[in-house]
């Protein structure tokens, strides 16, 4: 290929693709490369080439399981937690922080790309197997009789 980004599928740069994104890059950044196509290109392979999809899905997943290892590197890490100032050690605020931002940042991407897995949010079902929770707090049978007089309404108009 002589001077472009490559714009026909290959399995050899779709494998490039997932390893890097295994591998903690962004689609953003590998998109950048020489070398490699541009997201809108790798976005219609997605969608015309179903080898890829399963490549990429499979590639996310270990993405987020790298994602959750980074989360423990990150929080043990106190390397930095205390610079020396001219009157001794000193907490680093700025370090500690920005730490925490990188866990959430990660945290939230984790819940976004696979909620039943790494969601906090609990969802509670109000419904109750007679219908006394239902949202309009008719048990079934009561609603299928309000039905059945309603239809009987409209029927004699």
């Not at 890097?20 to 790798?42: E, F, H, N």
């Amino acid at each position: 290929m002589a001077g472009g980004r490559p714009t026909k599928y290959r399995d050899s740069i779709a494998k490039g693709i997932c390893l890097r994104l295994m591998l903690g890059q962004s689609l953003r950044a590998i998109c950048r490369l020489d070398k490699y196509p541009s997201k809108v290109t790798v976005l219609t392979w997605l969608q015309k080439y179903p080898q890829f999809l399963t490549q990429y899905t499979k590639a996310r997943e270990m993405q987020q399981e790298l994602l959750y290892d980074e989360l423990f590197e990150i929080a043990d890490d106190s390397s930095n937690d205390y610079v020396e100032t001219e009157n001794g050690e000193a907490f680093n605020r700025e370090h500690v922080n920005r730490s925490r931002l990188r866990i959430d940042t990660r945290k939230w991407v984790m819940e976004r790309m696979a909620p039943k897995k790494y969601s906090t949010q609990t969802k509670v079902d109000h419904t109750s197997s007679d219908g006394s929770m239902s949202p309009d707090g008719m048990t079934s049978e009561e609603r299928q009789n309000r039905i059945a007089e309603l239809l009987n309404k409209a029927g004699d108009k």
